[in-house]
């Protein structure tokens, strides 16, 4: 048997596989991939202009692309992230994800995030956490509901 028989197979998700689903406050979702063993977790966003996501410290590192669209986060408005940019945020990191009202298109962003969100109030306390695990379930949550048995989210 050769190398190439015995090494593992890539996975396909063409974009139709996985289902849309409106959270709220102008942001859609669909969940691409939750390794809960791994706590990684890879989400695609979509963005209507004006919205915006509650203020969250990371406790692991994200990487985000944009793929259409403007964002950038209140507490640093001057580095604004367009279709083709990279970024980049390390553990620890506290943000607050806005998209400009002045946009013309919806702001479509892929998000592989390492460890949990801690989303926060306005004092620093954490209001609630969201990791793979909990993504994972209340995305197939959304999936059962809109009647879609097991999508091919990959997971462990």
């Keep these: ?3 190439v028989d015995e090494a593992p197979t890539a996975i ?4 139709e596989a996985l289902p849309w689903f409106d959270v709220g406050g102008g942001v859609e979702l669909k ?4 390794k809960v063993s791994e706590g990684i977790w890879v989400i695609r966003n979509r963005f209507q202009p004006g919205a915006a996501v509650q203020i969250h410290k990371h406790t692991g590192q994200v990487h985000a692309f944009t793929l259409s669209g403007s964002w950038h986060y209140l507490e640093s408005a001057d580095q604004v992230s367009r279709a083709g940019s990279y970024l980049f945020e390390p553990a620890g ?3 607050t994800l806005v998209v400009p009202e002045s946009n013309t298109e919806v702001t479509d962003v892929w998000f592989t995030i390492h460890g949990a969100n801690l989303n926060l109030d306005a004092d620093g306390n954490i209001e609630s956490v969201i990791d ?3 993504m994972l379930a ?4 959304l999936c059962e509901e ?3 048995t097991d999508p091919p989210v990959v997971r462990d």
């Design 31 to 34: 969940l691409v991939q939750a």
């Design 1 to 3: 048997m050769s190398m």
């Design 12 to 15: 396909h998700i063409g974009d």
């Design 93 to 95: 990191s506290i943000h």
């Design 146 to 148: 809109a009647g879609i």
């Design 138 to 141: 209340f995305y197939l949550a």
């Design 132 to 134: 793979a695990g909990g």
